[in-house]
């Protein structure tokens, strides 16, 4: 027997318990888990400041796009055409596939 009350209420545990997986873990799963992204966050910052002393620019970014104002049209293009995004997949997948064979 169904309460009114209680329909469309009751949710799985997981999805309320966001932290669940963090609970679960040890202390040395947790720190791993912490340090991993600390490194990936350092990596993107040594990228950036990387990018910034290539470029000679405060914002990389907007250097780099100006010379490839084209990569958002190719964006639009497989968003639009999902077979000519599968079909640049698969060359891209092959292409690695043969040149790491060489």
Known sequence: MVR????????????????????????????????????????ALMIWKGLIVLTGSESPIVVVLRFLPYVGMVTIIMNDYPKFKYALLAVMGAYVLLKRES
Request: proline share 2%; charged share 15%; glycine share 8%.
């Open 4 to 43: 009114a009350g209680a329909v469309g209420t009751h949710l799985p545990a997981s999805s309320l318990d966001i932290f669940g997986d963090l609970r679960k873990m040890n202390k040395r799963q947790l720190y791993y888990q912490v340090l991993n992204f600390a490194m990936i966050v350092s990596s």
